[in-house]
Antibody, heavy 122, light 110 residues
Framework: QITLKESGPTLVKPTQTLTLTCTFSGFSLSTTGLGVGWIRQPPGKALEWLAL???????RYSPSLQSRLTITKDTSKNQMVLTMTNMDPVDTATYFCAHSQRENGPYYFDYWGQGILVTVSS | QSALTQPPSVSAAPGQKVTISCSGS????????VCWYQQLPGTAPKLLIY???KRSSGIPDRFSGSKSGTSATLGITGLQTGDEADYYC???????????FGGGTKLTVL
């Protein structure tokens, strides 16, 4: 059974750096072909993809946020960490991590964490 | 503004069929496979369809996906009140080098 859970601060101040951890079970991120991604959703708005890290440590970032994002993985701990610098109130959103794999097409997100609501406010 | 365009809302009666459209371009839907996600109120998204038409594990055959050119469609038959949710299409955009989602469609089962 694959599960993921996000953890981290629920309130950050503008200009601070956000660090979120995704702890997962039921799979290993050292398994060929797998990935774990981050997607966020501002209140009442649509999903927005942020980043994806692959089993081989290859990483992809949203072009519009790339300069602010860093993702790393710790395979031994079954964790993945997202850092986002220079937080702004517009970054207020629920942040999800998700297991990712592919068959014929691009990677898709088939198991999601429950999400963590991060509010950016002074 | 989302790279993929969906109608903000659709509605139908219980037992009826509904379709949700997702319009994109050659850089995304036109040259890639499409996924569909269901998001029930207050919960995380759930994968329904991947690779245009393949149902994810445990998804009933009431849900179907198709693609033609730069558009994709999600179909739901035998509507149930439990199907009331937001539905999102998604794919990869080769020009943006990014995964993109539609703006979401709210399904109301009247």
């Amino acid at each position: 059974q694959i599960t993921l859970k996000e953890s981290g601060p629920t309130l950050v101040k503008p200009t601070q750096t956000l660090t979120l951890t995704c702890t997962f079970s039921g799979f290993s991120l050292s398994t060929t072909g797998l990935g774990v991604g981050w997607i966020r959703q501002p209140p009442g708005k649509a999903l927005e993809w942020l980043a994806l890290i692959y089993w081989n440590d290859d990483k992809r970032y949203s072009p519009s946020l790339q300069s602010r994002l860093t993702i790393t993985k710790d395979t031994s701990k079954n964790q993945m960490v997202l850092t986002m610098t220079n937080m702004d109130p517009v970054d207020t959103a629920t942040y999800f991590c998700a297991h990712s794999q592919r068959e014929n097409g691009p990677y898709y997100f088939d198991y999601w964490g429950q999400g963590i609501l991060v509010t950016v406010s002074s | 503004q989302s790279a993929l365009t969906q109608p903000p809302s659709v509605s139908a009666a219980p037992g009826q069929k509904v379709t949700i459209s997702c319009s994109g371009s050659n850089s995304n839907i036109g040259n890639n496979y499409v996924c569909w996600y269901q998001q029930l109120p207050g919960t995380a998204p759930k994968l329904l369809i991947y690779d245009n038409y393949k149902r994810s594990s445990g998804i009933p055959d009431r849900f179907s996906g198709s693609k033609s050119g730069t558009s994709a469609t999600l179909g739901i038959t035998g509507l149930q009140t439990g199907d009331e949710a937001d539905y999102y299409c998604g794919t990869r955009d080769s020009i943006l080098s990014s995964w993109v989602f539609g703006g979401g469609t709210k399904l109301t089962v009247l």
